[in-house]
């Protein structure tokens, strides 16, 4: 079955330093691929997606591309701020019907002045 | 006024209680979904609902029932609640458009202790 696989946090970065969070996947065809964040006490909010091969997804100063040869869907900010400060879930959502969603375990990032 | 509420925000409750989580949408949206969230585990799918008369078990649907009352309201309930149901469950909506292009907009979420 479909699976997302994101590197495990927490991720504590200083103000203006350059962010990566991988991600990588599994899925059969060729699934939409989304980044959703979660700041603290709130539900989760679509970020950014991508929905076919070497599609570049971006928002807020993320992006992320589509690499359908290596599965992977990496997040990158040039210069993180403390507002980043949030967890983040990679997430697939595959041909399989239904449109569900598929997500990672999340990866807390703490950004620190 | 947000579009995704959910009540209460936060509920505690004692093992073989029966707990029923509400979901309300303005969004419009045919698809509603519920998820739970446990640490370290990222979202599981539990239910999920195309419409009024139509809805599917997820991953995790096992000790849960749901109830669709209105294309605005989706319930899930926990008929008799246990401690290692407690965690954080989330109801989102999605238009039903195709798997590419449909985006789910997630509520503020119900934190659920079971003692």
């Known amino acids: 079955g479909d699976s997302v696989t994101q590197m495990e946090g927490p991720v504590t970065l200083s103000e203006e330093a350059f962010l990566t969070i991988n991600c990588t996947y599994t899925?059969?065809?060729?699934?939409?691929l989304f980044w959703y964040v979660q700041y603290p006490g709130e539900g989760l909010q679509l970020l950014l997606k991508?929905?076919?091969?070497?599609d570049k997804g971006s928002n807020k100063g993320f992006e992320a591309t589509y690499r359908k040869e290596t599965t992977s869907f990496h997040l990158e900010k040039g210069s993180v701020q403390v507002s980043d400060s949030a967890v983040y879930f990679c997430?697939?959502?595959?041909?399989?019907?239904?449109?569900?969603?598929?997500f990672g375990t999340g990866t807390q990032l703490k950004v620190e002045l | 006024d947000a579009d995704v509420t959910q009540t209460p925000r936060n509920r505690i409750t004692k093992t073989g209680k029966r707990i029923m989580l509400e979901c309300s949408q303005t969004?419009?949206?045919?698809?509603m979904y519920w998820y739970r969230q446990d640490p370290g585990l990222g979202l599981q799918l539990i239910y999920y609902?195309?419409?009024?008369?139509?809805?599917n078990k997820g991953e995790i649907s096992d000790g849960y029932s749901v109830s669709r009352q209105a294309q605005a309201k989706f319930s899930l309930s926990l008929e008799s609640a246990i401690p290692n149901q407690t965690a954080l469950y989330f109801c989102?909506?999605?238009?039903?458009?195709?798997?590419?292009?449909?985006?789910?907009?997630f509520g503020p979420g119900t934190r659920l202790t079971v003692l």
């Open positions: 989102a909506t999605s238009l039903g458009q195709s798997y590419s292009t449909d985006t789910q907009y």
């Open positions: 899925a059969t065809g060729y699934p939409s």
């Open positions: 991508a929905t076919k091969a070497d």
């Open positions: 997430a697939l959502s595959g041909t399989g019907g239904g449109n569900k969603l598929t």
């Open positions: 969004k419009g949206h045919d698809r």
């Open positions: 609902s195309f419409d009024v008369k139509d809805i």
